[in-house]
């Protein structure tokens, strides 16, 4: 939902009713993940994808027979289906899309989710996918603080906000299966849990250009790019403007000042460009101890082993060594800084999602590996 907001918060600011249709569920190479959302606007315009071009024909008219009736419906398309031809889902995925109708009546706390992502707090909105009528369509919105909402059972309620905290503390969009009152262990109803989690961060220490260009990358990605060097002639907000803030501190110092603040998590990426011992050892020394998602720090093949001296030196493990990313990027011939801000994303991407970094025209498999259930 959080690509097409801005629009459904308009609509629903001028108490008008929108159709909107969303991703709850993925299997093989679908062409959108969970939560992507398409909207059908009260003057027929279509906003947002939930398949890439593949089904939204049929998922505009789902979203405009919504509106006219009022009734939430969970479509499945894909290649099970007898149909997939005629929907346009020739890309051997399946996705299971929920498609209702928004309005004020229906979803009063719109305007507060939308002010929670723009303030950047985590806030998950969970609704009712699959079940009996009465629970189809009902929803509950969770902060880490208070709830909104109910399903109509207290014992359900609480079941959900701690498991649905649990994956918005973990930023994870997924599905959630209760019984009828409440059981873990049933699968009577089937919960959408749509995070809002603040974007991941992505720190860039050394403002060189190769910096500037890895931010700028960093950014397209949808990261918080922050770029921290010791020196203040070189890090400046005009030499780094994709960067959201740009900080004046010796790199150590300021990321163990951030993980002391709490505003490290297993989702931030780390990228050292120093390649100066006297700034990335000390520096390194405190990113391979953190549960953080990638550590890459840039330099050349005799760079890296001296670095690695030092850093064993330092008194650092082997496993803590291992998680290090050096020379940092995937071996794709760049020579520019854009072309190195691509290898390192690239690296980046490939740890996340678990891919092989080698070409998809030369192995099988599903494209999508991660999409597998």
């Known amino acids: 939902m959080r690509d097409v907001l801005d629009d459904l918060v308009g609509w629903w600011q001028a108490g008008q009713t929108v159709g909107m249709g969303t991703v709850v569920a993925t299997w093989r190479s679908a062409p959108r993940p969970a939560g992507a959302s398409m909207l059908v606007g009260p003057d027929g315009t279509a906003v947002g994808s939930v398949s890439g071009g593949c089904v939204e024909g049929a998922v505009y008219e789902e979203a405009k027979d919504a509106v006219e009736t009022g009734e939430a419906t969970l479509q499945r398309y894909g290649v099970s289906d007898d149909d997939a031809f005629a929907v346009g889902l020739t890309c051997g995925g399946i996705l299971d899309v929920f ?68 994956m918005l503390a973990a930023g994870r969009t997924g599905m959630l299966h209760f019984g009828h009152d409440g059981e873990r262990r049933g699968d009577d109803l089937e919960l959408f849990v749509n995070s809002f989690a603040p974007p991941a961060r992505m720190v860039v220490f050394g403002a060189i250009d190769f910096a500037a260009a890895v931010a700028r990358v960093g950014s397209f990605l949808g990261y918080r790019v922050t770029v921290c060097d010791a020196r203040p002639v070189f890090a400046t907000p005009k030499r780094f403007p994709d960067a959201d803030e740009v900080i004046v501190e010796w790199p150590h110092r300021y990321l163990q000042g951030e993980v002391d603040a709490g505003r490290i998590d297993e989702r931030t990426v780390l990228c050292v460009l120093t390649h100066d011992p006297k700034f990335d050892v000390p520096l390194l020394e405190v990113a391979l ?31 803590e060594i291992a998680r290090l990313s050096s020379p940092i990027g995937l071996d794709l011939g760049a020579r520019t800084p854009e072309e190195t801000a691509v290898s390192i994303a690239a690296e980046i991407i490939a740890g996340r999602w678990g891919g092989s970094g080698e070409r998809l025209s030369g192995i099988e498999g599903p494209i999508h590996a991660t999409a597998e259930r």
Request: a negative charge; proline letters at 5%.
């Open 289 to 319: 101890r953190l549960p953080v998602a990638y550590v890459g720090a840039m330099g050349s093949r005799r760079t890296h082993e001296e670095r690695l001296a030092r850093l064993q030196e330092a008194g650092l493990s082997k496993e």
């Open 99 to 166: 498609v209702e109708s928004v309005s004020r009546e229906s979803f009063p706390e719109l305007g507060e989710i939308k002010d929670s992502v723009d303030r950047h707090e985590p806030v998950a909105v969970v609704t009712c996918v699959k079940g009996p009528d009465d629970r189809l369509g009902r929803r509950m919105v969770l902060w880490p603080d208070r709830t909104s909402g109910s399903f109509g059972l207290q014992r359900m309620d609480d079941a959900v906000a701690a498991d649905a905290r649990g």
